[in-house]
């Protein structure tokens, strides 16, 4: 898949966001390495910490399918800015690799790539994963 098409995608879901509060609609989309396509919005709260950001959400549901191995993610969000993930959602990405592309991209459809790895520098990481 291409990232415009995966892109797009994210374009897509991100107007299924639920973001009263701050009125930032973001969409998730994210590639396995089999070639499905789990997508994500962030899910906002009158609490607002308990904010889901599009891309936890994207995570949470290829997970719950029984994906772990992942290729791409892109974020895309109403803004003339590369839409880039947040310091949880890098975190929670790093968890499935650092080498996973991670395409911000703005309103226009245009991004910017760099991987896990390259935007959680000196991460932590426990080695006792087991599955
Ligand atoms: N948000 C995301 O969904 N992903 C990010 O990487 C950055 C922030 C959401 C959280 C909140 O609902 C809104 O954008 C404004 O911060």
Redesign the pocket.
């Known amino acids: 898949m291409n990232p415009e098409e995966l892109i797009a995608q994210a374009q897509k879901v991100r107007e299924n966001a639920y973001?009263p509060y701050?009125g930032?609609k973001?969409g998730a989309a994210l590639l396995t390495v089999k070639g499905n396509v789990y997508t994500g919005c962030?899910i906002?709260n009158s609490s607002y910490g308990l904010?889901v950001?599009?891309?936890r959400a994207a995570v949470a549901k290829a997970i719950s399918e029984g994906e772990r191995q992942f290729e791409a993610i892109a974020?895309n969000a109403p803004t003339g800015n590369y839409?880039s993930?947040?310091g949880a959602?890098r975190q929670v990405l790093l968890e499935f690799g650092a080498g996973i592309e991670v395409y911000m991209s703005n309103d226009q459809g245009e991004y910017k790539l760099m991987n896990v790895g390259e935007l959680l520098p000196a991460a932590f990481e426990l080695k006792v994963k087991d599955e």
Do not use: L, R
Request: proline share 7%; charged share 15%.
């Open positions: 973001a701050s930032f973001v962030n906002e904010t950001c599009a891309e974020i839409c993930p947040c959602c």
